[in-house]
T-cell receptor, first 113, second 118 residues
Framework: DAKTTQPPSMDCAEGRAANLPCNHS???????VYWYRQIHSQGPQYIIH???NNETNEMASLIITEDRKSSTLILPHATLRDTAVYYC??????????????FGKGTLLTVNP | NAGVTQTPKFQVLKTGQSMTLQCAQD?????MYWYRQDPGMGLRLIYY???????DKGEVPNGYNVSRLNKREFSLRLESAAPSQTSVYFC?????????????????FGQGTRLTVV
């Protein structure tokens, strides 16, 4: 799996958009970008994933650059409950042992009142 | 739906004791995983099972054994616990990616087992 680079921490004001960047400059054409978050040592929670197109769901939006070397997770209206560690992960689409997810240290997002 | 259930939630062991961490999923997933998380660190893969009857080592398998008992259950065993195995253990499961769709499966995680070895 490709290595990802994320800032160790970020702050965001409640009600504002939180934009979390991720660099994955060595990503391959068959690798997806996944985002998970972990709230206060609970089990990680899936947020969103994408291959090359921008994606949106009820939780967040994912913007992937045209060259796919970086992406941004956007939480449009951050709340205090969004305070968590956010993990950006790239993973091959298929292939036996490559189903596994490899986690880095992630970004600690703190949403302030 | 229960999703992924881990037992126990907390455990304290003495060095040298053995124990088995249990994990069960009710989503009919083929793939299951065991991770450990140490303070301030990301999750590290211990073992995984791509399908019933198969298991493979992850990044940090030493000191652990696993059993994929059936499609639902994937257990992690510590034969002789050591203080270095003090950690939070997470089990996860995901669908098998068939390759015939553009959908890449997400993984669902349990709530963790907090293990302390003294």
């Amino acid at each position: 799996d490709a290595k990802t680079t994320q800032p160790p921490s970020m702050d965001c004001a409640e009600g504002r958009a939180a934009n979390l960047p991720c660099n994955h400059s060595t990503i391959s054409g068959n690798e997806y970008v996944y985002w998970y978050r972990q709230i206060h040592s609970q089990g990680p929670q899936y947020i969103i994933h994408g291959l090359k197109n921008n994606e949106t769901n009820e939780m967040a939006s994912l913007i992937i650059t045209e060259d796919r070397k970086s992406s941004t997770l956007i939480l449009p209206h951050a709340t205090l409950r969004d305070t968590a560690v956010y993990y950006c992960i790239v993973r091959v689409r298929r292939g036996g042992s490559n189903y596994k997810l490899t986690f880095g240290k992630g970004t600690l997002l703190t949403v302030n009142p | 739906n229960a999703g992924v259930t881990q037992t126990p939630k907390f455990q304290v062991l003495k060095t040298g004791q053995s124990m088995t961490l249990q994990c069960a999923q009710d989503m009919n997933h083929n793939s299951m995983y065991w991770y450990r998380q140490d303070p301030g660190m990301g999750l590290r893969l211990i073992y995984y099972s791509a399908s019933e009857g198969t298991t493979d080592k992850g990044e940090v398998p030493n000191g652990y054994n696993v059993s994929r008992l059936n499609k639902r259950e994937f257990s992690l065993r510590l034969e002789s616990a050591a203080p270095s195995q003090t950690s939070v253990y997470f089990c996860a499961s995901s669908e098998e990616e068939t390759g015939y769709t553009n959908r890449a499966p997400e993984a669902f995680f349990g709530q963790g087992t907090r293990l302390t070895v003294v």
